[in-house]
């Protein structure tokens, strides 16, 4: 069963009208013309609804439809001319001759249209010499073979042209055609080449007929009835099935050279005529298209010779242009064959390399390259020399190799052959000293894992280099150590960085000293050293090394800016287990080296699993620490500190509180986290702000009672702080002399010039400054008569010892009458035992705090006893 969607349906509908036709032609009786206008007519009809209809349903595809739409036109302009010629068979020339030379042009121009074919304007006249040629060529094969006895027996030499003309112009319009269609790629494709068909049959229809008017009969059936059945065809076609894409690249050589094999047909039938008759009279029109055929050769001939020469030219131009090109860049540039030997060379090859010229031609390129790369270079020479019809055989390629100078250096050098060179069989050779970049290369890549100040390995290289020992081990133990230069920081502080840089050079070179050749040694950043070391199996060996690190660092002051400076230093050792990422084991040893950091420096500290604990605790405290501050955890309570002699409480120190849900965290446990991630400055402002708040609340209810805050060394050095405290004093209404802020002895240290600036400013606003823990630091009494303090707070380790320790009771009787003597206010922490006061009160001591008088309370608790006395 055949359904409506098959492909087959068209062709069947075709067949069927054709049938129809043929009856149709047969039934009007024996007469070709007849017959043929209306099989003819019938069929282009066919075909014209049909192309219109399917230029409908291609409105999409453009050349498809447009096409359709001019070849249908054709056909219905070429039925006209059909339908009208067995009317006008008196002319010679008839307005149906002309009705149907147009529809061969509009035909023809539905095909190109479907062909979707552009050329360039050259290409186009190149197209209309040949198709000039081609139809040429068989006419005067036709001409030969039956075309002289039609003219011979015709009595009117004009008649003869004149009714031969409109055929020879669809021949020439054929053959215009055809080269288009034929190496088209277009999806229409199919359809172009079906109205070819119907060009070709329209063409042959054409010259049948005119012969028999010139003989004076009737055309043959069989001349009719083809264009009738190619209409069909054309008919059937845009129903089909569509056309594949598929390269016809070979159909377009072929068709380049069918007009030339036209031609030599033509003269070969043309020399057997003359050969094989009796002279003739010979013919002006057939003279004329032979001696066109000819010149039109020539000129052919002409145009490629004149573009070959342009070509050539084109080509020696390029060469020197190219050789100018390199040798304007330094570059030496010669010729050699394929077994090096050198033909020609440039002028460079002795600004160069230091050879002349005349010294180089000649000899072989081996005699300079060195005997590493000469075969290398062999074996790609001798794939340049395969053959040229070997598409695989490379055109041109790079060498990379070393070229011995006149000096007798190496130079290493990059060179691109390129085979073939002007026809012969050379090589054309440009050659660049790379010597300048080799080096340059070799700086970045030595900039790029080493340190530029201390000459070292830096950080990149240590971590490709541990991973690549980690990935290589099979045995043994492999370590990593991480230093930190103790008080470095103070060093660039204090004599600038430049003389830094210079410390840490003189550093590099003790430390390179210290460890072992097959140790890798690396400046981490900063004042931090890392050491790679392959232990061999004995874990004491990397213990024993770090310290010899520590003394290496210690054993002797360093000399920068015409002053010493003596440095320890902190080591951290961390040993590898198994399948552990190099990542973990350096992060290790960094872990290791904070932990002696915190004790104190000047020390060899092994990681323990309990380190890396430690560190990630500390992390998620500092991470609980700012949403503690965030949801307001915080509390505060105070201290009292009283008046010894009349129990009075003069003020209260201010203590944070943390209670994290309902667990309370000690104040030692967060406030050296919050000071390591510098939480401890929003935090510090909210306790002051709160504080100031409540006691001059406190003090407006007629309670003279005073403040006390401890500082740290982040809140000191951060910017603003004084400015801080001024605007706490001002919105809560607390007098400058109720506040008393405290520091401890290290931090006027540590950085003194900064401190003493910001408390001098501090104290500039009426504030009261006290020193907290004194006695414990260094260069107290110093700093007394520097910074004018109010008050000095006698450590409780002191008033630990009283009554028990001769030594520490006489230090803390010094520390009173020491104040006293200064003017200054002193206050006892830590009283808790009652024989500690009273031996205060002895000493003359004024003030103090402690269990004994009372703990820390909530702001609700001091209320009350502000009223009353101290009892013992």
Not at 103 to 112: D, E, I, N
Not at 550 to 563: M, T
Not at 673 to 688: H, K, S
Not at 829 to 842: A, Y
Request: charged fraction near 20%.
């Amino acid at each position: 069963m055949i359904r409506w969607r098959d492909p087959r349906v068209p062709l069947t509908a075709a067949a069927a009208a054709g049938a129809v036709a043929f009856a149709a032609a047969l039934s009007v009786g024996r007469q070709a013309l007849l017959a043929g206008a209306v099989a003819g007519g019938l069929a282009a009809l066919i075909a014209a609804c049909s192309l219109l209809v399917a230029s409908v349903k291609s409105a999409a595809d453009r050349p498809m439809a447009l096409g359709a739409r001019w070849m249908g036109g054709g056909a219905v302009i070429w039925a006209a001319g059909v339908a009208l010629r067995p009317f006008a068979e008196s002319f010679l020339v008839s307005f149906a001759d002309l009705f149907v030379l147009l529809g061969t042009v509009v035909t023809a121009s539905g095909a190109l249209i479907a062909a979707d074919r552009r050329f360039p304007a050259r290409i186009v006249l190149r197209h209309v010499t040949d198709s000039y040629l081609c139809a040429a060529s068989l006419f005067l094969i036709g001409w030969v073979v039956a075309l002289r006895h039609v003219y011979d027996d015709s009595a009117d030499p004009a008649a003869f042209t004149l009714v031969m003309l409109p055929p020879m112009i669809a021949l020439l319009v054929t053959c215009a055609v055809i080269p288009s269609v034929l190496t088209s790629r277009a999806s229409s494709w199919l359809l172009a080449l079906a109205g070819v068909g119907v060009l070709a049959t329209m063409t042959v229809a054409g010259l049948a007929a005119a012969v028999a008017r010139l003989d004076g009969g009737h055309p043959q059936i069989w001349s009719v009835m083809l264009a009738p059945v190619a209409f069909l065809l054309l008919a059937a076609v845009p129903w089909g099935p569509p056309a594949r894409e598929s390269d016809r690249s070979a159909v377009g050589n072929v068709v380049a050279l069918v007009p030339l094999a036209l031609v030599a047909v033509a003269a070969c039938t043309w020399l057997a005529h003359l050969a094989g008759e009796r002279p003739e009279r010979p013919v002006t029109g057939v003279v004329v298209v032979a001696v066109s055929v000819v010149l039109l050769l020539l000129v052919r001939l002409f145009v490629a010779s004149a573009a070959n020469m342009r070509l050539r030219g084109q080509v020696k131009l390029a060469e020197r242009q190219l050789k100018e090109l390199a040798e304007s860049t330094g570059d030496v540039v010669f010729t050699c064959d394929y077994t090096g030997v050198v033909r020609e060379i440039g002028p460079g090859v002795e600004v160069t390399y230091g050879y002349h010229p005349d010294a180089v031609v000649g000899g072989s390129i081996f005699d300079y390259i060195h005997p590493e790369d000469v075969p290398g270079i062999q074996v790609a020479l001798r794939a340049m020399h395969l053959d040229e019809d070997n598409t695989t055989a490379p055109g041109a390629c790079l060498i990379a190799c070393r070229v011995r100078a006149a000096d007798g250096t190496w130079r290493p050098t990059e060179s691109v052959a390129t085979r073939h060179v002007g026809g012969e069989d050379l090589m054309l050779v440009t050659t660049r000293d790379i010597s300048d970049e080799e080096a340059l290369r070799n700086q970045v890549a030595h900039l790029t894992f080493h340190d530029g100040v201390t000459g070292l390995p830096n950080r990149s290289y240590f971590e490709e280099r541990t991973r690549e020992v980690l990935s290589g081990r099979t045995s043994g133990h492999v370590a990593v150590i991480f230093l930190d230069l103790d008080g470095f920081t103070s060093v660039n502080d204090s004599v600038g960085h430049a003389s830094g840089d210079y410390l840490l050079g003189q550093a590099a070179r003790r430390l390179r000293g210290a460890v072992r050749v097959d140790d890798t040694l690396a400046r981490w950043g900063g004042d931090e050293f890392a050491v790679l070391v392959e232990t061999g199996g004995e874990a004491q060996v990397a213990v024993d090394l770090a310290e010899r690190l520590v003394r290496a660092v210690s054993q002797e002051p360093f000399r920068v800016a015409d002053r010493d400076v003596a440095l320890t230093a902190s080591v951290g050792v961390a040993f590898t287990e198994d399948d552990m990422p190099a990542g973990d084991l350096i992060r290790n040893a960094d872990v290791a080296m904070a932990r002696a950091k915190e004790l104190g420096g000047r020390r060899v500290e092994v990681f323990a699993a309990q380190m890396h604990a430690d560190v990630v605790r500390r992390l998620e405290l500092a991470a609980d620490l700012q949403r503690a501050l965030i949801d307001q955890q915080f509390a505060i309570e105070y201290q009292p500190v009283v008046d010894l002699a009349t129990s009075r409480v003069t003020a209260v120190e201010a203590l944070v509180r943390w209670w994290r849900g309902s667990v309370f965290v000690p104040p030692e446990q967060f406030l050296g986290p919050a000071e390591d991630t510098g939480l401890i400055v929003p935090l510090g402002e909210w306790i002051l702000r709160e504080a100031c708040r409540e006691v001059a609340a406190w003090r407006a209810s007629s309670w003279d009672i005073g403040l006390s805050l401890n500082l740290s060394a982040r809140q000191i050095t951060a910017p603003r702080f004084v400015e801080t405290v001024e605007e706490a004093l001002r919105e809560s209404g607390l007098p400058a002399s109720a506040l008393t802020l405290e520091v401890i002895e290290e931090m006027l240290v540590e950085d003194a010039e900064e401190t003493i600036k910001r408390l001098s400013e501090l104290r500039a606003l009426g504030v009261r400054l006290a020193i907290d823990d004194f006695g414990t630091g260094y260069a107290s009494l110093a700093f007394l008569r520097q910074l004018p303090v109010d008050m000095i707070k006698i450590d409780p380790s002191f008033v630990s010892g009283l009554g028990k320790d001769d030594t520490l009771t006489l230090l803390t009787r010094t520390i009173v009458r020491l104040g006293h003597d200064l003017g200054l206010v002193v206050v006892a922490e830590g009283i808790e035992r009652p024989e500690q006061l009273e031996l205060l009160k002895r000493m003359g001591c004024t003030k103090g705090q402690g269990f004994l008088v009372a703990r820390p309370m909530a702001a609700r608790g001091v209320d009350s006893l502000m009223r009353t006395s101290l009892t013992v």
